[in-house]
Nanobody, 127 residues
Framework: QVQLVESGGGLVQTGDSLRLSCAAS????????MAWLRQAPGKGRIVVAA????????YYADSVKGRFTISRDNAKNTVDLQMNNLKPEDTAIYFC????????????????????WGPGTQVTVSS
């Protein structure tokens, strides 16, 4: 069973950049498709970026396309989210998610498809 811990959140201004990192332990990291999800106040948890087990297939929510980049390092058991040109609407708790996947190239864009979560890290973007 994989354990996940996020880091890198904080308070930034509109237009700033931030890099989130998720460290995984407790399982063969390359067996898991990964994602970054966020939950804004009063809203449900959504997938903003996802990456396949082999790191070759990606998914981005429309709201972050062109601004966010997800990457993974299977040797270091980490998955990162580079966030550029941040906007106040990006304010949320960001979670790292994992799910085992049979196919190495598959990505999963629904929150309910992930069954392992980190505790989350707060990102606040001021206007």
């Amino acid at each position: 069973q994989v354990q996940l811990v996020e880091s890198g959140g904080g308070l930034v201004q509109t237009g700033d950049s931030l890099r989130l990192s998720c460290a995984a332990s407790g399982g063969p990291f390359s067996n898991y498709a990964m994602a970054w999800l966020r939950q804004a106040p009063g809203k449900g948890r959504i997938v903003v970026a996802a990456i396949s087990r082999n790191g070759e297939t990606y998914y981005y929510a429309d709201s972050v396309k062109g601004r966010f980049t997800i990457s993974r390092d299977n040797a270091k058991n980490t998955v990162d989210l580079q966030m550029n040109n941040l906007k106040p609407e990006d304010t949320a708790i960001y979670f790292c998610g994992a799910r085992s996947g049979y196919y190495s190239h598959s990505v999963y864009d629904e929150s309910r498809e992930y069954n392992y979560w980190g505790p989350g890290t707060q990102v606040t973007v001021s206007s």
